[in-house]
């Protein structure tokens, strides 16, 4: 089991540095993709050791619950990036946990950027993005098949505004569940 | 050289047939050295009041491609004899268009005009035209096209049409639209109104159908839409993206982002067989193809780099691939959404530098680079089919706006709706035969 455990941190943090992608320039916004992708595979291990601990707490959760931790939905990301922060993934694990633990239970993963560039580049993008969570979602041992990922790219932001703080919302990956008790 | 910006303020409100405002055209930046003609109000012999007004169409036309300056209706003071050359030359006026509308048979008009180069004194073109009511605006547009090019040695794009899509917010619910109206706002027919986003609407090179992108079922597809008819066909459906529709220069196939195989690729799709042919291998996003007029390269965007620029790729006569991918852009950190010219010589695309997404063109012969438009947030170039001006996304006032600029960057005008977004501009081909 713990031999296990160590594969798929190991798995895990392979699949997060090579999903990034490289050479971020100059002269774009701050968080460097190769950066956040670097940082990725200590931190995974840690998570992971946390993840065991909260694992039953999190299987009786509750999604109706406002106060429990799986009421957050939404993983925030870089400018034209799709690594996870820290915090991104600490979230998604949680409800991997919850997926496994309620193999009933359906999840939208919708991905989304912000205005900046052009629109079909940027539904490639949510797609990326949507897909990451996906992806460590599945390396969680959660079954393909409740997992369902769709991008809308610039098209549906939270925040209409055009300026930075905006945009910070609108880089996102909802997770919507469809079917759960 | 010194350039001249002439800021006109002139806006003017346009309505559609049906009354209803629709887009706004507000003339932003005009050009130095645009040549001044007369175009005096057509003479009209009917009983009823006129049914169009052909000259202030044509003036219009004219003064929106930023290469002429009409003398305004209001400074429009008429010797006895419309064609005393010598009145027009000392007001500083090169070239008079004059002409006339009678009523033909029942809601059919007889439009006749001339064209006269005032310093020679010489006609340079002539024409009698007919039409019927409802087409009165396409014959104006038609006679602007005779003047453009008749003056300046390059067909006119006035006849022609625009694709764009449309958000608003409709009894408090996101509305999408696909719209098309003509090169001058007017005549706006909406094709297709969904609560789901609409996208990337793209001619066929017979200017008769429409393809685009549609999230009706939750998730993206392909549609073909007949413009006339109505008539709309599913054409690509496949588990994750079906993207960027672009028409091969035949009419036979599309040009398209699919993901099914895992991530973002370009395929051919065979319209009639409906088969799909795989063009680029990489695990980076590959998107938004557009075809060379000869038939023969793709250019794309891939973040292959690291960040999205453009690749260009040799096709054989069936669409397959037959060369590996070549960088074609070099400047700046973001450069995608590219389109090629008619005439295949030259690419319009989103170059972002320096936290600002402009619009660009790149000569493909000669490898240079002008930013056309230094927008914010430009997005969706698309070229007139005269190659002559290259219309765009941009952001005024917080609001999604069409803009269209001449591609040396001079003369620019600006379509907006009164409220919510337009956007995703596609200009048509030439409609009419030449």
Same mark, same amino acid.
């Given at each position: 089991?713990?031999?296990?455990?160590?594969?798929?941190?190991?798995?895990?943090?392979?699949?997060?540095?090579?999903?990034?992608?490289?050479?971020?320039?100059?002269?774009?916004?701050?968080?460097?993709?190769?950066?956040?992708?670097?940082?990725?595979?200590?931190?995974?291990?840690?998570?992971?050791?946390?993840?065991?601990?909260?694992?039953?707490?999190?299987?009786?959760?509750?999604?109706?619950?406002?106060?429990?931790?799986?009421?957050?939905?939404?993983?925030?990301?870089?400018?034209?990036?799709?690594?996870?922060?820290?915090?991104?993934?600490?979230?998604?694990?949680?409800?991997?946990?919850?997926?496994?633990?309620?193999?009933?239970?359906?999840?939208?993963?919708?991905?989304?950027?912000?205005?900046?560039?052009?629109?079909?580049?940027?539904?490639?993008?949510?797609?990326?993005?949507?897909?990451?969570?996906?992806?460590?979602?599945?390396?969680?041992?959660? /079954?393909?098949?409740?997992?369902?990922?769709?991008?809308?790219?610039?098209?549906?932001?939270? /925040?209409?505004?055009?300026?930075?703080?905006?945009?910070?919302?609108?880089?996102?990956?909802?997770?919507?569940?469809?079917?759960?008790? | 050289?010194?350039?001249?910006?002439?800021?006109?303020?002139?806006?003017?409100?346009?309505?559609?047939?049906?009354?209803?405002?629709?887009?706004?055209?507000?003339?932003?930046?005009?050009?130095?050295? $645009?040549?001044?003609?007369?175009?005096?109000?057509?003479?009209?012999?009917?009983?009823?009041?006129?049914?169009?007004?052909?000259?202030?169409? =044509?003036?219009?036309?004219?003064?929106?491609?930023?290469?002429?300056?009409?003398?305004?209706?209001?400074?429009?003071?008429?010797?006895?004899?419309?064609?005393?050359?010598?009145?027009?030359?000392? %007001?500083?006026?090169?070239?008079?268009?004059?002409?006339?509308?009678?009523?033909?048979?029942?809601?059919?008009?007889?439009?006749?005009?001339?064209?006269?180069?005032?310093?020679?004194?010489?006609?340079?073109?002539?024409?009698?035209?007919?039409?019927?009511?409802?087409?009165?605006?396409?014959?104006?547009?038609?006679?602007?096209?005779?003047?453009?090019?008749?003056?300046?040695?390059?067909?006119?794009?006035?006849?022609?049409?625009?694709?764009?899509?449309?958000?608003?917010?409709?009894?408090?619910?996101?509305?999408?639209?696909?719209?098309?109206?003509?090169?001058?706002?007017?005549?706006?027919?909406?094709?297709?109104?969904?609560?789901?986003?609409?996208?990337?609407?793209?001619?066929?090179?017979?200017?008769?159908?429409?393809?685009?992108?549609?999230?009706?079922?939750? %998730?993206?597809?392909?549609?073909?839409?007949?413009?006339?008819?109505?008539?709309?066909?599913?054409?690509?459906?496949?588990?994750?993206?079906?993207?960027?529709?672009?028409?091969?220069?035949?009419? &036979?196939?599309?040009?398209?982002?699919?993901?099914?195989?895992?991530?973002?690729?370009?395929?051919?799709?065979?319209?009639?067989?409906?088969?799909?042919?795989?063009?680029?291998?990489?695990? !980076?996003?590959?998107?938004?193809?557009?075809?060379?007029?000869?038939?023969?390269?793709?250019?794309? &965007?891939?973040?292959?780099?690291?960040?999205?620029?453009?690749?260009?790729?040799?096709?054989?006569?069936?669409?397959?691939?037959?060369?590996?991918?070549?960088?074609?852009?070099?400047?700046?950190?973001?450069?995608?959404?590219?389109?090629?010219?008619?005439?295949?010589?030259?690419? $319009?695309?989103?170059?972002?530098?320096?936290?600002?997404?402009?619009?660009?063109?790149?000569?493909?012969?000669?490898?240079?680079?002008l930013v056309v438009a230094d927008t914010r947030l430009g997005e969706s170039p698309?070229?007139?089919?005269?190659?002559?001006? =290259?219309?765009? !996304?941009?952001?005024?006032?917080?609001?999604?706006?069409?803009?269209?600029?001449?591609?040396?960057? %001079?003369?620019?005008?600006?379509?907006?709706?009164?409220?919510?977004?337009?956007?995703?501009?596609?200009?048509?081909?030439?409609?009419?035969?030449?």
């Amino acid at each position: 089991m713990n031999i296990f455990k160590a594969l798929l941190v190991l798995l895990f943090s392979v699949t997060l540095l090579t999903g990034c992608p490289s050479t971020p320039s100059k002269d774009d916004t701050t968080g460097g993709e190769g950066g956040a992708g670097a940082k990725g595979s200590g931190d995974a291990a840690q998570i992971e050791g946390q993840g065991a601990d909260i694992s039953g707490g999190v299987s009786s959760m509750s999604l109706e619950d406002p106060a429990s931790p799986l009421s957050k939905r939404v993983i925030y990301f870089d400018y034209n990036s799709y690594a996870l922060s820290d915090e991104g993934r600490a979230l998604v694990e949680l409800h991997a946990q919850y997926l496994s633990a309620h193999p009933e239970s359906k999840l939208v993963l919708e991905g989304h950027t912000d205005e900046r560039g052009s629109r079909e580049y940027n539904i490639a993008l949510g797609e990326r993005r949507a897909g990451a969570v996906q992806k460590i979602i599945q390396l969680l041992g959660v /079954d393909a098949a409740q997992l369902q990922a769709i991008s809308f790219g610039e098209e549906r932001p939270v /925040d209409p505004g055009h300026v930075e703080d905006a945009w910070q919302v609108n880089r996102r990956v909802e997770l919507l569940y469809t079917e759960h008790r | 050289m010194k350039q001249i910006w002439v800021l006109l303020t002139c806006i003017v409100w346009l309505w559609s047939s049906s009354a209803r405002a629709v887009l706004t055209i507000e003339i932003t930046e005009g050009i130095d050295g $645009a040549l001044p003609i007369a175009v005096l109000p057509f003479d009209w012999q009917g009983e009823a009041g006129v049914p169009e007004d052909i000259a202030a169409i =044509v003036a219009a036309d004219l003064q929106r491609s930023g290469r002429f300056a009409p003398l305004a209706r209001a400074q429009l003071e008429q010797p006895k004899n419309q064609l005393d050359f010598g009145f027009w030359k000392s %007001r500083g006026i090169d070239h008079l268009l004059v002409g006339k509308m009678l009523p033909a048979a029942q809601g059919q008009y007889k439009v006749q005009f001339q064209l006269f180069d005032v310093v020679k004194g010489e006609q340079l073109a002539g024409y009698s035209m007919g039409a019927e009511d409802k087409h009165l605006r396409k014959l104006a547009h038609r006679i602007s096209d005779i003047v453009f090019e008749t003056l300046l040695g390059v067909p006119g794009a006035f006849d022609t049409k625009i694709a764009y899509v449309t958000a608003t917010e409709e009894k408090k619910q996101r509305t999408y639209k696909l719209a098309v109206a003509d090169a001058d706002g007017m005549n706006e027919q909406i094709i297709l109104s969904s609560r789901q986003p609409l996208m990337s609407p793209a001619w066929s090179p017979d200017g008769k159908r429409l393809a685009y992108v549609s999230f009706e079922n939750q %998730r993206p597809q392909v549609f073909v839409q007949t413009i006339s008819s109505g008539k709309r066909e599913m054409v690509a459906a496949n588990a994750g993206l079906n993207n960027a529709p672009v028409w091969s220069p035949d009419g &036979t196939r599309l040009a398209l982002t699919l993901s099914r195989d895992g991530n973002a690729e370009i395929y051919v799709l065979n319209l009639a067989s409906k088969r799909q042919y795989r063009i680029t291998r990489h695990y !980076a996003i590959d998107t938004e193809a557009t075809w060379s007029p000869d038939g023969k390269q793709l250019v794309f &965007t891939s973040d292959r780099g690291g960040r999205p620029q453009l690749y260009q790729i040799s096709l054989d006569s069936v669409g397959r691939r037959v060369s590996s991918p070549k960088r074609l852009s070099f400047e700046g950190s973001y450069n995608s959404r590219a389109v090629y010219s008619a005439d295949g010589s030259r690419l $319009a695309f989103v170059h972002g530098k320096e936290g600002r997404f402009t619009i660009a063109v790149m000569d493909l012969k000669r490898r240079s680079m002008l930013v056309v438009a230094d927008t914010r947030l430009g997005e969706s170039p698309s070229f007139a089919p005269n190659g002559m001006m =290259v219309i765009y !996304a941009a952001e005024k006032g917080g609001k999604g706006v069409l803009e269209a600029v001449s591609v040396e960057g %001079r003369a620019r005008q600006r379509l907006g709706l009164q409220s919510g977004d337009v956007r995703e501009p596609a200009w048509s081909p030439y409609l009419s035969k030449r």
